[in-house]
């Protein structure tokens, strides 16, 4: 049996990995150019444009381990301080992030742990 501290660590990892695996998608692809809606959506998470990423998000956001889904806009406002500034910076790690395209339909960027921020094997956010 794997100790409570080891359980918590990697649902701390699996539940920051998937926290906003859908948030990107949905109206990523609408756009024809990913790289300009990228480059529109950083913008405003390191802004801090509460607005202008709640519109560029489709709801709801499906959240991974038992953690609630995002059910809309007013629920994504009240809490995107827990999904953009948690366990992770995404404002910080945005400014040098680079999407990883996965697939034709996926791209992901990778952040960091606050705790442990040069631990980029067990970075916590996947945007996709």
Do not use: H
């Amino acid at each position: 049996m794997k100790s409570p501290m080891v359980i918590r660590g990697v649902r701390r990892r699996t539940w920051l990995a998937g926290i906003l695996v859908l948030l990107l998608f949905p109206n990523a692809f609408a756009q024809t150019d990913f790289s300009a809606f990228w480059k529109k959506f950083k913008s405003a998470v390191i802004a801090g444009d509460k607005g202008a990423v709640v519109e560029m998000t489709k709801f709801p956001v499906s959240m991974p381990y038992s953690v609630k889904s995002v059910k809309n806009k007013e629920d994504f406002l009240r809490r995107y301080n827990e999904i953009f500034k948690g366990e992770a910076n995404a404002a910080q790690c945005f400014t040098s992030g680079k999407p990883r395209k996965e697939s034709t339909q996926r791209y992901e960027v990778y952040c960091p742990f606050k705790n442990t921020p040069n631990d980029w094997e067990n970075a916590p956010i996947r945007f996709i």
